[in-house]
Nanobody, 121 residues
Framework: QLVESGGGSVQAGGSLRLSCAAS????????MAWFRELPGKEREGVAA????????VYADSVKGRFSISRGDATNTIVLQMNSLKPEDTAMYYC?????????????????WGQGTQVTVS
C-alpha cells in the first residue's frame, strides 16, 4: 500500500514536498516513481528513483526544479518541488512495483497510491 502526503496550494515560485509511505517491501523492487495527472489527460511520469545505484530520472518539464530521493523514514520516498509553476497543478501519484520498461512510463508500475493534489496559482 502506498500513501502520499504533502500536497496543497502554493503560489507560483513556491515549494512543496511530497512524501510517499509504503507498507510491505517495495524496496525489493527496482524503482519507485512519481507521476501526475490532470482530468482527461494521460498520467505523466515526473521523476523516478532507481534504488540499485541511487540514480534518478526526470521529465524534461521538471528538470532542475524537482528532486526525488529516499525519505528519512523506512520505505518512504520524497519529491521536493521548487520553483513551482501553474502548469505543475495536478494530482500527484506515487508508484512502486516496477515491472520493467520505461522508468517514467505508467505501465511500468504495479502499485499506486491514492494521489495528493498540488495546486499552483
Amino acid at each position: 500500500q502506498l500513501v502520499e502526503s504533502g500536497g496543497g496550494s502554493v503560489q507560483a515560485g513556491g515549494s512543496l514536498r511530497l512524501s510517499c509511505a509504503a507498507s510491505g517491501n517495495p524496496y525489493s523492487a527496482v524503482c519507485m516513481a512519481w507521476f501526475r495527472e490532470l482530468p482527461g489527460k494521460e498520467r505523466e511520469g515526473v521523476a523516478a528513483l532507481y534504488f540499485a545505484d541511487g540514480d534518478a530520472v526526470y521529465a524534461d518539464s521538471v528538470k532542475g526544479r524537482f528532486s526525488i530521493s529516499r525519505g528519512d523514514a523506512t520505505n518512504t520516498i520524497v519529491l521536493q518541488m521548487n520553483s513551482l509553476k501553474p502548469e505543475d497543478t495536478a494530482m500527484y501519484y506515487c508508484a512502486a512495483g516496477y515491472v520493467g520498461g520505461a522508468l517514467l512510463g505508467p505501465q511500468s508500475y504495479r502499485y499506486w497510491g491514492q494521489g495528493t493534489q498540488v495546486t499552483v496559482s
